[in-house]
């Protein structure tokens, strides 16, 4: 059995290998290293303007935590953990760190307690006087750490939703809305996947006009894609299914009902509706998504929830639980609607 003493410990110092990480991404030293070569620290010093003896401190502890690998000539190479922060790695997680570590969302774990006691969550206006999604809008170096960071994520995002829906039969459905999806990434790789459909990404206008950003060039499925502006609280494009990642988690019960009424005043008869999310497992299994539910109680208003909780928003806002998919890893639920 482990040591309870070294487990709490674990934990009170995980924060260092978090900021530690950290400071590796922030300052280029993923980017500094070429990959499968060993780099003198002195060299990603002097690429970076780094202090050297700093720096080799600092090279010494990533290689600690497994993400570099250290020689005994002070020399480091990246490790295939280490590579996955690397800018230009596909499945890249710079961005997740970037804003996850970050000064915006470290600043708001210290109002965790005082949000628990008294019943108020959304530290980001204890901290900044209003919501994350503004504070993205007003602040561009944030919005920009933001955005990366959506588009970061969502590599893993949409493998675990093509692994969840593998077996589901898609000939019935022809167009599928997209609703806040950003720049299109999970829809795009779907149309990639199945060449009937035809789908629409229901973003925000300043978001769908950054078509430099935009996946549907990129995937090659253009002539299958179109950007609506819009917004899915005033109203949504007409489909005949509709998909949302990581949407309802940010919004309380009474925004998400809201949003499931506009969907199904759109939809076409019959359709679906399919609610991406970290599903809140059962009380003994122990589950990110139970972590990042409290992440959330600092970020905003919305929170992580369990099959049967999204089953009653969906009844709420006129639908009926049908099914919820999972992948292997069981990291992400697929919730599947009908229109009741």
Known sequence: MSNPQNIVLDMIFGRWRSQILY????????????????????TVAARLALDPA?????????ASLGLLHEDDQRGFSLTETGDILREDHPQTLRGVTLLEEGPEHYALWKHLPAIVRDG???????EFGHMGFDHAARDPGYGTVFNNAMSSYS????????????????????????????????????????????????????????????WADRLGVTDRCT????????????????????????????????????????????????????????????????????????????????????????????????HTWYPQSGMMGVIEGAIA
Not at 120 to 126: D, K, L
Not at 164 to 184: K, M, P, V
């Open 23 to 42: 400071a590796g991404v922030k300052l280029g030293v993923f980017d500094a290293i070429v990959v499968d070569t060993s780099t003198p620290a002195t």
């Open 54 to 62: 700093l720096c080799y401190r600092l090279l010494r502890a990533l």
């Open 120 to 126: 108020r969550q959304n530290a980001f206006v204890r």
């Open 155 to 214: 590599g893993a995002q949409t493998a675990w939703v093509l692994e969840a829906l593998a077996a589901y039969d898609f000939t019935q459905i022809r167009h599928l809305c997209d609703i806040g999806g950003g720049h299109g990434h999970m829809l795009c790789t779907l149309l990639s996947e199945y060449s009937h459909l035809h789908g629409s990404v229901c973003d925000l206008p300043n978001v769908v006009v950054q078509t430099s950003q935009l």
């Open 227 to 322: 950007y609506v502006p819009g917004d899915m609280f005033a109203a949504v494009p007409q489909a005949d299914a509709y998909i949302m990642k990581m949407i309802l988690h940010d919004w309380n019960d009474g925004e998400c009902v809201h949003i499931l009424r506009n969907i199904k005043k759109a939809a076409a008869p019959g359709a679906r509706l399919f609610i991406v999310e970290h599903v809140v497992s059962d009380p003994a299994t122990p589950h990110f998504a139970k972590l990042f539910d409290i992440h959330m109680m600092c970020w905003g208003t919305g929170q992580e929830r369990t099959v049967d909780e999204y089953a009653g928003l969906l009844q709420a806002g006129g639908w009926r639980h049908v």
